[in-house]
């Protein structure tokens, strides 16, 4: 196979084990002689990688009593619906903070009642976190988004709200060690750090479900899937397989502190490159850079470089570097399973192409 980089932002790059192991399971499913797409959802084999995947979760983040997590189709998208469909009743806080945030906000307005937006960054095309701004007491929720995914900016505190905390993890999950007794849901697509497309996790305190008076569409109710074990029609089983393998590999190399180090230094050597080097800046406010997708365009003077940057670097093996449209430039998304080798090589392009341009 051809020696790549892969710095896609999503679906993102998963450790090879949980790729051999899922190869694996596709031919034969535990000794069962059934491949894992064709398994019956109804086994005690495939109900052990449900519970399996649930406890995996339940370690990594250090869970607490109270808490179920979910595995339900539908992408970080549909969270945002379900957010909205099992705790709006009257109003809701939105902190505006890039296009996902705006997404999940636009859900919430859609049901009905009353939806603020506490604080927004488009006026700086979201480059920024804002602070500052208050959270409304009366609010039934406040949504964040804690790691901006286009715009490479994050929220790395987990923050204290006077009313129930929601956040879209969906690009920074497992990244680093998160209290998670400080949020009331916790919600993310898969593919963007913990496994393949296909399937969200959500993280739900159950205390903070049942107080809506309207009705939940079955489907979009979390009680649904908490009642039947996120087994209340078929789960997306390849996607949560590849899933429990990636938390095993996790688990097996340290767990979310030790992918945390990695991350954090993996982060601070691209950044430093980003600074350092006469042809890049930043686009993220300093103190907000993400840890997991680091943005950045060409210096101030050097803008007609980029596609030539682009093409030099894709040459080189660097594959999904190319910023989103919103933002333009590059994007390197360095989640759990990229290297710092790998994130090593980036920067060597990145210093070659600045001795060429001498
Ligand atoms: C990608 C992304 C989404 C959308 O995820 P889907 O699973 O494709 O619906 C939502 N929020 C954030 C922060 C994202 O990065």
Redo the contacts with the bound molecule.
Sequence with gaps: MKKVHVFNA?PCLLPQVAIDNAIEAMKDFKGTGVSLLSVSHRTKEWEAVMDECRANWKELLNIPEGYEVLFLGG????QFLCVAANLLEKKAAYLETGL?AK?ACKEAKGLGGDVVVVASSADANYSYVPKGYEIPADADYFHI?T???IYGTEIRTDMDSPVPLVA?M??DILSRPVDVSKYAVIYA?A??NAGP?GV?VVIVRKDVLGKVSHYIPTMLDYRTHIDKGSMFNTPPVFAVFVMNETLKWLKGIGGVEAIHERNKKKAATLYAEIDRNSLFRGTAAVEDRSIMNVTFVMAEGKEELQDEFLAFAKERGMVGIKGHRSVGGFRASIYNACSQEDVEALVKVMQEFENLKK
């Design positions: 999503g992408g970080a998208s549909m996902w997404k988004t790691n901006n995914t879209d969906s690009s697509g593919q963007k497309a969200a």
